[in-house]
Structures are given as C-alpha cells and as structure tokens.
C-alpha cells in the first residue's frame, strides 16, 4: 500500500477544490491511501505553526505533496509557518527521499504563481525529497496556465461573498490527473 500526504493552506476555498481533486485522481491508483492534512490559522500561536501529530503524521507517508495559494507572488504565510515547524524534521531529515509535488491557485493568470510552485520545490529539495511534475501537456483545457512544475489553477476573485467557490473544469481535471501520477509514481519508487 502506498501512502499520500497532502499538507496545504486554502484561504477562499479554491486550494481545498484543488486538494480534493488531487485526492480523487491518487485514490483511482489501487492500493493507494491518500489523507488531506488542512493548516488553520487556528493552529498559529504567536506567529508559529503548532501541531506535532500532523508533523509526526507525515513522517509516515510515501509522499507528501505541498498546496498553497499565491498570494503577493509566494506562499500564504499561514503556509510558511508550516514549513518553519518543519524544520526539525528537515535537521533530522526524515522526510528524505519521499515523493514531493504541489499545486497552487491564484486570482490572475499569472500571478506569479511559479514563484510559489518554486519555493515549494525548493522546500522538497531542502528536505532531500523527490519533486515530481505534473507531466501534462497544456491542450483540452488540461494544463491551461502551462504549468510543469507543478499544478496552477485560476479563478477571477470573488470579492462580493455571493459566489460559491469554484474550480475551472481545466484546472480540477488538471490538479486530478496530477494525483494519478504523483500515485502511480510513489508506487513505483517505492518497488
């Protein structure tokens, strides 16, 4: 059985969509088990990420892939203060050579999202993880931002509240054939 981690922020509700999908696309993998780890603003005390049995959780999976919006061309901060919990884990370097990946969602098409697909990259490297890309070509709606670093998604921000959050059709079959190959990948590297 290989084992998922999907560790991300979702401020409007797009990256959650976009961590679901992902999930859906692993989990049509046979003998993969994919969890979602949530970070809340809740869990930050005086500015520092707490939650040692998410971190502790982590260290049990095959592969852990990253999700954040872009937000200012980086990473929500809610995010990096996961990624600075983590760093008695990257000391320790228990999360050497698992699968990484990750996926981010902005309001622009731009947005500077790859400067977020990178610092999550870069987080892999620092961790000595594997980062996979997300491998599909930008046709059919599929991979419509030409994203191979990982998946990036887009939706004109709803400022007003009245909308119900939503991902383009492109976009979540995108992040959902991402998840199929991060699995299919995490199964053969773990053989």
Known sequence: ???????????AGHTHLMAEAFAEGANKVADTKVQL???TGEEIH???WCNEKVLESLNQYDAIVFGS???MGGVAAQFKAFVDAASGIWFQQLWKDKLAG?????G???????????YLAINAAQHSMIWVGAGE????????LGSYMGVMGQAVPDLSGTKAVELDAGDRLSVELYGQRIAEATKRWKN
């Open 137 to 144: 070509m930008n046709q059919n709606g599929v991979n419509r």
């Open 69 to 71: 919006p872009t937000y």
């Open 102 to 106: 990750g996926f981010t969602h902005s």
């Open 46 to 48: 005086n500015g520092r």
């Open 108 to 118: 622009s098409p731009s947005g500077d999202k790859q400067g977020t697909l990178l």
């Open 37 to 39: 780890f949530r970070i």
């Open 1 to 11: 059985m290989s084992s998922i981690a999907i560790v991300y922020f979702s401020g």
